[in-house]
């Protein structure tokens, strides 16, 4: 079946634009995470979804990060006024019910 | 502490040998363990659960170690295709999960 997808591949944008990086997870899969990633880094949790319940907003690095998810399925992760160091691949996963992740193949988002 | 700590490595291995690598986490409550494996720009990838009584898939053994409160991954015959680095996860509690920063095996001809 399909696998999570999320668009853009890649994002060029410049310094203090906003930014919306979107995830399709796969069908019918309750719980939805967001992650970053750097160059060389380790994954950097963001936020989480989980069926209807208030996301865990814990990771999110300051208030220019905000996600939602509409219908319990298509989330958007938004960045406003974009820095260099928001830099990074923007990776979603989408969690199965015995709490394996599936990984979608990122965004790489470059702030110039 | 982390919760959850990986060697970094990165293990140099030739062809055909075995690699064995540890991952330890700090909450004694956590509650699943998973295997991921990241090539180099690409998303991760779920290898293998690990289940108590430990476990195998191919060339992959996974074991848990509840009381000391690790996890191991060991490679048999490593191919070339076994280059990447290997990510621990550890669930804490519902869908509270932690990542080691990854362990990066190199597999040499």
């Known amino acids: 079946g399909a696998g999570v997808s999320q668009s853009p591949s890649n994002k060029v944008t410049e310094k203090g634009k906003d930014v919306e990086l979107r995830c399709d997870p796969i069908?019918?899969?309750?719980?939805l995470y967001w992650y970053r990633q750097s160059l060389g880094q380790g994954l950097e949790f963001l936020i989480y979804?989980?069926?209807?319940?208030?996301?865990?907003k814990s990771g999110l690095p300051s208030d220019r990060f905000s996600a939602e998810r509409t219908g319990g399925s298509v989330s958007t992760l938004t960045i406003q006024r974009t820095q260099q160091e928001d830099s990074a691949v923007y990776l979603c996963a989408s969690v199965g019910s015995s709490y394996e992740q599936y990984f979608g193949p990122g965004t790489r988002l470059t702030v110039t | 502490r982390k919760e959850v700590e990986q060697d970094p490595g990165p293990f140099n291995v030739p062809e055909g040998a075995t690699v064995a690598f540890n991952c330890t986490y700090s909450?004694?409550?956590?509650?699943?363990f998973f295997w991921y494996r990241q090539d180099c720009r690409k998303e991760p990838k779920l290898l293998m659960s690990v289940y108590s009584s430990g476990n195998e898939d191919g060339r992959f053994t996974a074991q848990l170690n509840r009381a000391s409160q690790y996890i191991s991954l060991l490679i048999r015959d490593s191919k070339l295709s076994d280059s990447a680095t290997y990510l621990c996860?550890?669930?804490?509690?519902?869908?509270?999960?932690?990542f080691g920063a990854g362990t990066t095996v190199t597999v040499r001809a």
């Open positions: 979804f989980q069926g209807n319940s208030a996301p865990d």
């Open positions: 069908s019918g899969h309750t719980a």
């Open positions: 996860v550890v669930r804490i509690n519902d869908y509270k999960l932690s």
């Open positions: 909450n004694s409550a956590s509650q699943s």
